[in-house]
């Protein structure tokens, strides 16, 4: 019997980029704990169908150097913080020096912040189901702490810009956590982009903790090249009568993945996920998504919407565990699915687990084509076929996009979708 492929122990040695003791302690035992891990195969459920895509290779391992390029030159309607390959770049950042709000490098946390940190990190997500993405925080060399006092309110939406520089083989593990204090308020928009052409691997985790009446909006845009494997994990915790609003659009490549894991902990906790995904070619997108109801009268509502080209392949596992207390919860799932082709494949695998009896869930999946009567419909009254798929396949998608709350980000996502059609519908 052929023993099951284990996790190469090249990535099991992070640079040695400077961290304080506690961060460092931290890294060096989760590295540990990493030594013969399991790579998933298909028989490791949450990973069915998206194991296949996984290439991890040796020269992948080396840390990507934080050099080069920079995404300074970017504009953006606010804040922004720049990180290439993981690492915050201070000159091309232009983020806020206001009262109650501070955003700082792992590196430069003194001795109680650091220990604080430590303590924290790893605790919104699930490790057991997340065994990739336990990766970065064996390998992070640096990452971000952004912090908000009670009542604090960040004026304007915060960019990160993530771009990795993948003019040679490797690895970048971007780590951010957000600690939003009671009645505080962010919105958080975080860009993923890359420049150059060789094979790169980017795990990225993102940790955010939302105090009693915290209001959090997070935009996710995957906008990689075609030679990134992007592996993500979200994990947020939401206490009493907190928001969290979560927009993600995420276009294919060789692999992406999404976890998305949101813990209501406080009573009256409120969470809204929205989810774009288009693949094309030979892409692979996997969104997995969890909502865990602790407590009791949270609600919770969720829209995916995928779209799959040519021979591409396009996944959703969405995941409402409502716990035994978690009396009074409202739960909505929702995730329609749009083939363009014959050969395109769409898998999806909604969800519920209720351990309680005082609760409204319900759940849906569809799969299907562009209607051919709504087709002749259009082509009838003068359309053009080619205009007539791109209507109706951008309406399927657009109610969500249009509920992203930034416009600059809405207009960028609207570009790369009419560029994904052009690709898509070619005839005249």
């Not at 957000?178 to 505080?184: F, M, R």
């Not at 992203?404 to 052009?422: D, K, S, Y």
């Amino acid at each position: 019997m052929k023993p099951a492929p284990t996790l190469s122990t090249a990535f099991l040695h992070p640079a040695g980029q400077s961290l304080p003791e506690p961060l460092a302690a931290l890294r060096k035992q989760q590295g540990s704990s990493l030594v013969d891990l399991p790579l998933p195969t298909r028989k490791t459920e949450n990973w069915k169908y998206s194991s296949k895509y996984l290439k991890l290779t040796d020269e992948m391992a080396i840390s990507l150097p934080a050099d080069g390029k920079s995404g300074s030159s970017l504009a953006v309607p606010g804040y922004k913080v720049v990180l290439l390959n993981g690492i915050m770049m201070p000159e091309a950042s232009d983020y806020p020096d206001l009262d109650g709000i501070t955003i700082e490098r792992f590196e430069d946390l003194d001795g109680d912040s650091a220990t604080w940190l430590a303590e924290r990190l790893d605790h919104a997500l699930d490790s057991q189901t997340l065994q990739i993405s336990r990766l970065n925080t064996a390998r992070f060399d640096d990452g971000l702490l952004i912090r908000l006092k009670p009542g604090a309110v960040l004026d304007q939406p915060l960019f990160i810009i993530h771009e990795t520089s993948a003019d040679a083989s490797g690895s970048a593990y971007p780590r951010i956590y957000v600690d939003a204090g009671t009645n505080s308020q962010i919105t958080l928009v975080e860009e993923y982009i890359s420049s150059g052409s060789e094979s790169v691997m980017v795990n990225t985790v993102t940790e955010m903790n939302l105090g009693e009446g915290a209001n959090v909006t997070s935009i996710r845009l995957n906008m990689e090249g075609e030679n990134v494997q992007h592996i993500g994990s979200t994990g947020v915790l939401q206490q009493r009568s907190s928001r969290f609003e979560s927009h993600c659009v995420g276009f294919g490549g060789p692999l992406r993945r999404h976890d998305l894991q949101v813990r209501l902990e406080g009573e009256g906790a409120e969470c809204k996920l929205n989810g774009v995904v288009v693949t094309q070619g030979k892409q692979h997108y996997d969104n997995h998504t969890t909502i865990e109801h602790v407590a009791a009268h949270c609600n919770s509502e969720e829209t995916y919407r995928n779209i799959a080209a040519d021979q591409s392949h396009a996944v959703f596992n969405g995941r409402i565990h409502i716990h035994p207390d978690a009396q009074k919860s409202n739960a909505e799932m929702n995730n329609k699915n749009l083939l363009l082709s014959n050969g395109a494949e769409i898998d999806t695998k909604p969800e519920l687990e209720i351990y309680a009896d005082d609760v409204k869930c319900a759940h849906g999946a569809t799969i299907g084509q562009l209607d051919e009567t709504s087709l002749f419909y259009l082509v009838s009254r003068g359309i053009g076929r080619r205009e007539a798929n791109v209507l109706l396949t951008m309406a399927f998608i657009n109610e969500l996009v249009e509920q992203i709350p930034v416009e600059a980000v809405r207009e960028t996502a609207q570009g790369r979708l009419n560029h994904f059609f052009e690709q898509t519908f070619q005839e005249a």
